[in-house]
């Protein structure tokens, strides 16, 4: 494989980073989750940097986008670990939102086909007015919020561990290049 189509994937697999990372940005803004936001502001910042070294031969910023890679990694890990409740995490608590608000997972109240909808076979549920009462059930989500919090980050592990692989092997490169470049 050569140095080009490396580059190429590389500044395809950031393309793809920058995309999802800003559609996660904006359910992390709806449900005011300040940890997340800032997490990936910050990634979008450092790929965007990363895509800018490798367009521009510059060895310095792909080994910034490499190291983030490990921490972004690692947040991911951390995020999916919270949302399945392991290693003693919960994704009750405040953690995500900086205990700043209660706020919550976006995806908590407007999951995929969750809500309540007026069906016959439901049961009597009585409002305010207990002489109009109201035919309602909850149904329930076609996919749980917490592993669609999961699923964005398996979609980001499966970019980024990709990304960082060619990132190496571009560094490298760039590295013969200015090594044969001076001799």
């Not at 309602?136 to 398996?154: A, D, F, G, K, R």
């Not at 561990?161 to 090594?179: H, I, K, M």
Request: hydrophobic letters at 45%.
């Amino acid at each position: 494989m050569g140095c080009c189509s490396a580059r190429c994937m590389l500044i395809l697999l950031c393309s793809l980073q920058l995309i999802t990372a800003l559609e996660r940005q904006v359910f992390d803004f709806l449900g005011y989750q300040w940890a997340p936001i800032m997490i990936n502001f910050f990634h979008v910042i450092v790929v965007i940097l990363g895509l800018f070294g490798v367009i521009q031969y510059r060895s310095r910023y792909v080994i910034m986008y490499l190291l983030w890679m490990l921490l972004w990694v690692g947040w991911n890990v951390f995020v999916s670990c919270l949302y399945l409740d392991l290693g003693g995490l919960s994704k009750d608590s405040d953690i995500l939102s900086l205990g700043v608000s209660l706020h919550r997972s976006w995806w908590k109240d407007n999951g995929l086909r969750c809500g309540s909808e007026g069906l016959a076979s439901a049961g009597w549920q009585n409002q305010q007015n207990q002489q109009n009462p109201e035919l309602t059930t909850v149904l329930s989500c076609w996919l749980e919020y917490q592993y669609i919090e999961v699923l964005h980050c398996i979609v980001q592990l499966l970019i980024s561990l990709p990304g960082f692989v060619y990132a190496c092997y571009v560094v490298s490169t760039f590295s013969d290049e200015e090594d044969s470049y001076y001799k």
